[in-house]
């Protein structure tokens, strides 16, 4: 089997976590099934990040792309008290080793009390939740 471009983005969409590709200009340039599906209407491709951000996250991610440009790859970023997720950094390099851009890794919360639920069910279930 050829590993296509068509092969890649098939494994991203079945990622159960969200993936939002954001270029260095802050554009939002990829988002694979998962992202789609918990950001609906609020993320778009082609927008600015800073779209669904506020400013005062660009200081934060100016400093993250200025650590990844001095070598370091994913930084915890921090700990969301609204939905117990741990939040990450995630630079994505070149061949070159060159930052082209980044995105934001989120660990969930789990309930051990249904340790065999799925990724997806917990994002269905947290979304009633937050309504």
């Given at each position: 089997?050829?590993?296509?471009?068509?092969?890649l983005?098939s494994?991203?969409?079945?990622?159960?976590?969200?993936?939002v590709?954001?270029?260095?200009?802050?554009?939002?340039?990829?988002?694979?099934?998962?992202?789609?599906?918990?950001?609906?209407?609020?993320?778009?491709?082609?927008?600015?990040?800073?779209?669904?951000?506020?400013?005062?996250?660009?200081?934060?991610?100016?400093?993250?792309?200025?650590?990844?440009?001095?070598?370091?790859?994913?930084?915890?970023?921090?700990?969301?008290?609204?939905?117990?997720?741990?939040?990450?950094?995630?630079?994505?390099?070149?061949?070159?080793?060159?930052?082209?851009?980044?995105?934001?890794?989120?660990?969930?919360?789990?309930?051990?009390?249904?340790?065999?639920?799925?990724?997806?069910?917990?994002?269905?279930?947290?979304?009633?939740?937050?309504?």
């Amino acid at each position: 089997m050829e590993i296509t471009k068509d092969v890649l983005l098939s494994l991203l969409d079945a990622y159960a976590y969200e993936i939002v590709f954001v270029d260095r200009n802050h554009t939002v340039q990829y988002m694979n099934k998962t992202a789609m599906q918990r950001y609906g209407e609020r993320v778009k491709i082609g927008r600015s990040l800073f779209h669904c951000h506020n400013e005062g996250t660009k200081g934060k991610i100016e400093t993250f792309l200025k650590r990844a440009d001095e070598g370091e790859d994913e930084m915890f970023q921090v700990l969301n008290g609204k939905t117990g997720e741990r939040e990450f950094f995630v630079p994505v390099r070149d061949n070159q080793g060159k930052v082209i851009g980044y995105f934001e890794r989120h660990e969930v919360h789990w309930d051990e009390s249904y340790p065999e639920q799925s990724v997806f069910e917990y994002w269905k279930n947290r979304k009633k939740d937050l309504s």
